[in-house]
């Protein structure tokens, strides 16, 4: 089997969860780490998706320098997307 795509959120809340829910039908795509400055956005992110505790942050740069995913999904509002995008692809992600 081929390796899993490891892959980060940052954004954990509302449209996160359409994602989640999507990427469960593919079996090379692991989500690796989840971002959100909310803790109870986090939780519910973590209960959906599996990921350990040790891998939610608050701060996405410091997600994105510890974890160093291969891909990041921003799901952030709108306003917020571009600092995260360009954060997440000056690390080496796709974005």
């Known amino acids: 089997m081929a390796k899993k795509l490891q892959m980060a959120f940052i954004g954990s809340g509302g449209i996160s ?8 039908n593919f079996d090379d795509v692991e989500i690796v780490a ?6 109870e956005a986090l939780e519910k992110a973590r209960e959906a998706t599996g990921v350990d505790k040790s891998m939610c942050f608050t701060d996405y740069k410091d997600m994105l320098k510890k974890v160093a995913p291969q891909s990041v999904s ?6 917020q997307h571009a600092p995260c995008a360009i954060a ?8």
Do not use: M, Q
């Open 17 to 24: 969860h359409a994602h989640f829910r999507a990427l469960k």
């Open 34 to 39: 989840l971002c959100d400055l909310k803790e």
């Open 74 to 79: 921003v799901c952030t509002p709108n306003g």
């Open 88 to 95: 997440a692809s000056n690390a080496g992600a796709h974005v």
